[in-house]
């Protein structure tokens, strides 16, 4: 078991390694340097050296990675060009907000995607199962800016109930920040929401079916105990790690919501900070997801491994 | 001659066999709906050029934001284009775009997957490994600064989208031909001493291939979804194309005042994407595969 | 006449088709369990014999439906009751055995909670009653340790220590029925024989009434004392155990009870054309029509009924069964072989086989450290004959398809060599060996489903070997193909068939014939007849037999079922955990077991006869590998003699029979040791 869990915080700090990598070569083979993609057509003389200088352009590459790669473990990201200031500084904030609308979107969407595959499953090919199912296959193909528009449309423009654009400045504080979030936090939800209960649904659906679960009901269990006690611990296992995928997956969705909100996070730090081609904020941005991605994996990966019953007497065994 | 006729046999029964998985596909009501909608959008895709009563692209300033009326029956944008011109004109580039991007990712996806399920041992962990790390970086990052860097033309876009949205196949063409290898028949294959390539292709690739082609069309989907978001950000197609990610991107800001030019495009994309994951899912029953627990990586 | 627990009355249950069809897979089934009686249900796969039995409890599979008529168990109406009312019913009043008990138990719950959740529900026991209750079920199941047992979870229990625990949970509630599907199904011979005498004491220890379902029975003998035999969804005959298997009165009984192999008998089992109809498939007339040698023109049209005899007390559904009653020769019908003395031609050695599955580790590798002292098999050595049919017998573990795999050359022999045509040595790597010595070795497996692609017609299945060794094609392939299905007794319509379109017997043909396509000198069989119903099992057997008289060819067989072993082996040899513990020619290892595994086994063997009883000789204890060293069979030996097996590696002894063992008790003391028993 600690072997097991040492293996897998080993392998995602391989996937971060190769990651770096990635987005190191990436970065480099593509055609111009930092300074010269940034500076465009102002990239000569004393400006363009004074930005190699900067960012240390001037040294090989492979010495330049390690430097780079030594002060990121550190916690140092490095200089952003277009926000004149360090990198870190201009991150925090920004990984703040997003956090924020993330984790309620995350709050809000795992207990109903479990509401709605449970319920889905138990009564499977009913009238409940049959409307959710269908809301589920509408919620999980509209893109995120299309929810987010009609969103903004309807509720926002039509009915007037909530603000549709967030205005607020990028150092906001959470408690101003709340009610803006509702609306992007919903459409956020909805696909994460609709993909996750399918999962559970089918898992659900699985176990059901399975020889323990008939076997209970031929023992004599009351329903409700033997989906309590038989059927979910059973089914939601295997849909951890599946549901940690969606919702590393579905990062990519914030970023399309916060630009269609003009909400102020990484995501809409993305936009801007490859419309301005700052380089080196997009390494940044590249290594802060992929970390988010490997740690919910990993995550996911440990609690599936404590909750095991199997994984469990290993431990006692060795 | 005889080998001939063997031929046409052959070709007869994949014939044959598109028409049974089709024929299953639409005799439920929601692979028929999928089918009607897709093979609707395929149709005006190639029609609506002749079909368009309008210029895509002729601006009028006179005519700007005009309420659907008989003569425009969407109504006009804010630079006085026919929305309903610019709206059936508007699935054309995604489509090829995302057809193509998916044939892409389906050929070295799929390759790549039945290599690796093959060879297993290091060579698989290491390759996995760094499919992984791809898969870890969010495809709109990455897109973005290829996009970016490497500009909107179809020759990057293809590529681009067939390699992100492969790295999906892989997986599932590797755990598929993992499965397959284990079984008895390739046992017995390889015990009479067939040579691996004749293995491969007489064995594996028939055992893979339709669990490899429901992934790809699944993928087609989700790439459709991608590039519109692309366009949506201002990096997809570029104007004045008609495309409905642009489209509602720019008509957006305006809204408040001419909804009908946001509505129009969001029907056509929307209806577009709901059709292909019909078709998808039909076509996932048709031939026996449940995709329902695999995660949309 | 005692009192009647259990009335099913006139009960059919179906499904419906995909077009919209109902199709009965049980059809107007009418019987009664008696108090304390215990009722053997028989019948092959497909049968609806467990959906009889899950009926008895008021439970209907997802996707069936009762059709009609009614299960009364006391006064309660069982299918018309609901949910809450059945609760009180199902575990209290009646209880079910499942078959995998390994599935059956849920993972994430520890075997003592599970029996406790019966407890809690159907009796009114505190938490101290109920965890003495809980040892008390446990020890009367015979596990060891009651207290640890209660702990683990189902996963950490061999299938025997699962299959108990399932029964001990069905007794918790004291039911007065049990229902039993398949309970031994699936399990090693020896732990099948203890848990069916586990049973037998249940029921005359609680005097609980039993309905036993099983497809074998040779366990429905063991335990009935009223058989039903099922068919095709139909009752076809129910009676006295007893008379039912001296004297079966329905021709598919007879049938069924000639094509199972005995250890009694040498020679080949009778066999019975083709098999039974699936649901939905059947015209009119007798659903045994096509495949009876009594069947007349009457049995086409009309349907018989289920008529009782009151002098036999036995129900038949039959037109002809007086001409079954009047035969009074109960000589079993059996081909019989003949057991030719093979002339001493080697055609393959093994010589020192060993193979290890355990991978070198890395770390290992780097240390250069040898860790594999204890290979999965050891020390193999075994001269084939051309012509002759070898069996390896064992229970799951001895390493006997371990064996058949290196010799087709997809495992690496780990030392030792294996020796094709006493000329050369066959390579390890199967890339190394030439194109005729993979011809000379075909292989036929265990599971046509697995063996056969599934998206290959049978044409390109046989076309495959035909193209790669002989190159042939066109006019040429396609006559050569007509050629092997004939062959194998297939029409030449089936070229076109996918194997989904085949039964399991027919797909086994094909296997078989693609593995005769390659005009091969060995075929390897891999348990090939494990996975088909009794009737068809006999099929192959026969099938097998009459092509090997034909072309000449050596098998090699594995199985772990003595009995096919017996009906179709010239020699065999005794596996247990990759070691060897006799060899022999097939009638004297039968005949006089001498080494104690061989006794063991044999004596756990269950013949449909109620006057054979199966002899347990020693404990089923499951061993995971081979001890160090020793005696590979010192951890379950009767006739352990004490550190001498435990430490030195036994001698072979060959006895005045041609057997040869690897015993540390000499070969003359053991057979009388055992002649005295």
């Known amino acids: 078991m600690f072997f097991l869990i040492i293996k897998r915080i080993l392998l995602g700090l391989i996937t971060l390694f190769i990651v770096s990598l990635i987005t190191f070569v990436g970065t480099e083979v593509l055609p111009g340097d930092a300074c010269t993609t940034y500076l465009e057509r102002e990239a000569y003389g004393a400006a363009l050296e004074a930005c190699y200088k900067r960012l240390g352009l001037d040294i090989p590459a492979h010495e330049r990675y390690l430097s780079w790669a030594y002060n990121v473990i550190q916690g140092d990201f490095g200089y952003s060009l277009s926000g004149q200031m360090p990198i870190n500084e201009v991150l925090g904030p920004r990984v703040k907000n997003s956090m924020v609308l993330a984790s309620a979107a995350i709050i809000i969407g795992i207990p109903l995607a479990l509401i709605l595959g449970i319920i889905t499953a138990l009564w499977r090919d009913k009238l409940p199962d049959i409307t959710i199912s269908t809301v589920t296959i509408f919620a999980m193909t509209i893109p995120e800016f299309i929810s987010a528009t009609l969103l903004i449309l309807v509720v926002a423009i039509w009915l007037e109930w909530l603000p549709g654009i967030v205005i607020v400045p990028t150092d906001v504080t959470v408690k101003e920040l709340l009610p803006n979030i509702i609306l992007p936090v919903i459409a956020i939800a909805m696909i994460m929401t609709a993909h996750m209960a399918r999962m559970v649904r089918s898992s659900v659906i699985q176990v059901m079916a399975s020889d323990y679960v008939q076997m209970a009901i031929l023992k004599g269990v009351p329903y409700w105990k033997m989906v309590f006690k038989h059927v979910l611990p059973n089914a939601l296992l295997p849909a951890i790690n599946v549901v940690a995928l969606t919702i590393a997956w579905l990062l990519g969705g914030v970023v399309v919501t916060e630009v269609v909100f003009n909400y102020p996070g990484l995501g809409r730090l993305v936009i801007e900070s490859i419309s301005n081609r700052d380089l080196p904020t997009v390494q940044a941005l590249a290594i802060i997801l992929a970390s988010i991605y490997v740690s919910i994996n990993l995550i996911a990966d440990l609690l599936t491994l404590m909750l095991n019953p199997r994984l469990k007497t290993l431990q006692i065994r060795k | 001659m005889e080998i001939n006729k063997a031929k046409v046999n052959k070709k007869k029964s994949i014939f044959k066999k598109i028409s049974e998985v089709l024929l299953t596909m639409a005799s439920k009501p929601s692979g028929f709906i999928g089918l009607s909608i897709l093979v609707f959008h395929i149709l005006l895709a190639f029609l609506s050029p002749f079909l368009a009563p309008y210029d895509f692209k002729a601006i009028d300033p006179s005519l700007m934001l005009q309420a659907p009326s008989s003569e425009y029956w969407f109504g006009t944008d804010s630079l006085g284009r026919d929305v309903f011109t610019r709206t059936i004109m508007g699935g054309r580039t995604a489509l090829t775009i995302t057809f193509f991007g998916s044939l892409i990712a389906l050929l070295w996806g799929g390759l790549l997957g039945i290599f690796c399920g093959l060879v297993g041992g290091k060579i698989d962990d290491v390759v996995m490994r760094v499919v992984d790390a791809f898969l870890s970086i969010p495809w709109i990052l990455a897109m973005l600064l290829i996009v970016s860097l490497l500009g909107t033309s179809t020759q990057v876009l293809i590529p681009a989208l067939g390699f992100f949205y492969g790295k999906g196949i892989v997986r599932v063409a590797r755990a598929a031909t993992h499965d397959v290898i284990a079984k008895d028949f390739i046992v017995s294959a390889r015990a009479r001493g067939h040579s691996n390539l004749s293995i491969i292709w007489n064995e594996i690739i028939p055992n893979v291939r339709d669990a490899i082609l429901v992934e790809g069309a699944m993928r087609w989907s989700w790439m459709l979804l991608g590039f519109s978001s692309l366009s949506f950000l201002g990096f997809g197609v570029s104007p004045p194309t008609p495309d409905w990610g642009l489209m509602i991107s720019n008509a957006r800001g305006l809204m408040s005042f001419a909804y009908w030019a946001v509505i129009a495009p969001i029907v056509g994309l929307s209806s577009l994407i709901i059709g292909i994951n019909l078709t998808a899912d039909a076509f996932a029953k048709a031939l026996g595969i449940d995709r329902s627990t695999k995660a949309p990586v | ?677």
Not at chain 3, 575 to 590: A, D, H, T
Request: charged share 25%.
């Open chain 3, 1 to 677: 006449m005692s009192e009647i627990i259990q009335k099913v009355k006139n009960l059919s249950v179906g499904f419906k088709s995909q077009k919209g069809h109902e199709i009965s897979i049980l059809k107007n089934i009418t019987t009664n369990i008696k108090k304390g009686e215990t009722v053997g249900i028989v019948g092959e796969s497909g049968s609806g014999k467990s959906t009889l039995a899950l009926a008895m409890m008021g439970y209907v599979k997802q996707g069936l439906f009762k059709m009609g008529g009614e299960c009364i168990f006391n006064s309660f109406n069982l299918l018309n009751m609901n949910n809450r009312e059945l609760e009180k019913i199902r575990g209290r009043k009646i209880a079910m055995i499942p078959q995998n008990a390994g599935q059956a138990l849920t993972p994430n719950l520890k075997i003592g909670y599970q029996i406790d959740e019966a407890l809690k529900l159907h009796t009114n026991f505190n938490k101290n009653e109920r965890e003495k209750k809980i040892s008390e079920l446990l020890n009367k199941v015979r596990l060891p340790s009651p207290e640890t047992i209660a702990l683990r979870y189902p996963h950490e229990l061999s299938g025997g220590q699962q299959q108990r625990v399932a029964v001990g949970m069905a007794l918790a509630g004291n039911p007065d029925l049990l229902l039993l599907d398949e309970p031994t199904t699936g399990l090693d011979v020896t732990t099948q024989a203890h848990v069916l005498e586990l049973l037998n004491f249940i029921a005359k220890d609680t005097g609980t009434s039993m309905v036993y379902v099983s497809h074998d029975l040779g366990a429905i003998a063991q335990v009935s004392d009223r058989i039903i035999v099922m068919y095709s969804g139909e009752i076809v005959l129910e009676g006295p155990a007893r008379d039912i298997l001296k004297r079966p009165i329905h021709p598919y009984t007879y049938g069924l009870l000639n094509s199972i192999p005995k250890l009694s008998l040498a020679g080949l089992p009778g066999s019975m054309p083709g098999s039974q109809p699936q649901p939905g498939t059947k015209k009119e007339g007798c659903s045994f029509y096509d495949r009876c040698n009594l069947a007349e023109e009457k049995c086409k049209k009309n349907s018989p009924d289920l008529e009782y005899i009151n002098e036999l007390k036995t129900s038949v559904r039959c037109f002809n069964y007086k001409k079954l009653l009047k035969d009074k020769s109960k000589k079993q019908l059996s081909t019989s072989r003949n057991e030719k003395n093979i002339k001493i031609n080697e055609i393959l050695n093994l010589t020192d086989v060993s193979i290890s599955y355990a991978k070198q580790k890395l770390l290992d590798q780097i240390l250069n450290k040898i860790t594999d002292t204890n290979p999965t098999v050891k020390d193999i050595n075994i001269d084939i004959n051309k012509g002759e049919t070898i069996a390896l017998v064992g229970e799951s573990g001895s390493g006997k398809s371990t064996i058949l795999k290196s010799i087709a050359g997809l495992l690496r022999t780990k030392e030792g060599n294996i020796k094709f045509n006493q000329d050369r040595i066959l390579s390890n790597d199967l890339k190394k060996r030439n194109s005729s010595d993979l011809r000379a070795i075909q292989l036929i497996f265990q599971n046509p489903d697995e063996s056969l692609n599934p998206n290959h017609t049978v044409e390109e299945i046989l076309a495959q070997p035909l193209k790669l060794y002989f190159g042939l094609s066109g006019e040429k392939l396609k006559n050569n193909i007509i050629d092997l299905l004939e062959k194998v007794r297939l029409g030449k319509f089936y070229m076109t068939r996918y194997p989904r379109q085949l039964s399991g017997g027919e797909k086994q043909r094909v296997a078989v014939a693609r593995a005769f396509a390659a005009k091969p000198d060995i075929i390897l069989c891999d348990e090939v007849t494990s996975a088909l119903d009794v009737s068809v099992q006999a099929a192959v057997l026969n099938l097998l037999q009459k092509l090997k008289e034909d072309f000449g060819t050596t098998y090699i067989f594995v199985s772990h079922d003595l009995a096919v072993v017996r009906a179709i082996s010239d020699r065999v040899a005794v596996l247990y955990q990759g070691r060897l513990c006799e060899i022999g020619p097939s009638k004297n290892v039968y005949k006089f077991p001498s080494h104690p595994y061989t006794e063991v086994l044999l004596g756990a063997v269950l013949e449909p006869d109620p006057d054979i009883k199966p002899k347990l000789v020693a404990e089923d204890i499951v061993e995971d590998k081979p001890p160090e060293k020793g005696c590979c069979f010192q951890g379950r030996c009767p006739r352990i003699l004490g550190d001498k097996c435990k430490n030195e590696t036994p001698p072979w002894q060959i006895g005045d029979n041609g057997n040869a063992i690897r015993c540390h008790i000499n070969i003359k003391e053991l057979e009388n040791i055992q002649n005295g028993n």
